[in-house]
């Protein structure tokens, strides 16, 4: 079992930045692919970044490439997302989430192999 427990979001605005962070609970962390979700109102939750359990490997949205960088940091059980030249589209609900699943598969897009979930942080940005 692993909680995570999101912090990090605000209001900033446009061309501004934010860093996200995801505290984990257990000591099997490192096994785990994280990913980055996000849910605008009223939407289904969308898929933003991932990084393989080492931290070797990484995906993104296309929208989020190049600005957004996912890490994390093993021995404090924690994976950041780092949120540069932000958009006002970027604006929702932030959402930490683990994929158990084994290491020989590359970090996922697909929220259907994702186990463990966040409460979400929310980011604002404005014009």
């Known amino acids: 079992q692993v909680n995570l427990v999101e912090s990090g979001g605000g209001l900033v605005q446009g061309g501004g930045s934010l860093r996200l962070s995801c505290t984990a609970s257990?000591?099997?962390?490192?096994?785990?692919?994280l990913g980055w979700f996000r849910q605008y109102p009223e939407k289904e939750r969308e898929f933003v970044a991932a990084i393989s359990p080492s931290g070797g490997s990484t995906v993104y949205t296309d929208s989020v490439e190049g600005r957004f960088t996912i890490s994390r940091d093993n021995a404090k059980n924690t994976v950041y997302l780092q949120m540069n030249s932000l958009k006002p589209e970027d604006t929702a609900v932030y959402y930490c989430a683990a994929d158990g699943r084994s290491d020989r598969y590359p970090p996922t897009s697909d929220p259907y192999w994702y186990d463990y979930w966040g409460q979400g942080t929310q980011v604002t940005v404005s014009s």
């Open positions: 257990g000591r099997t962390f490192s096994r785990y692919h």
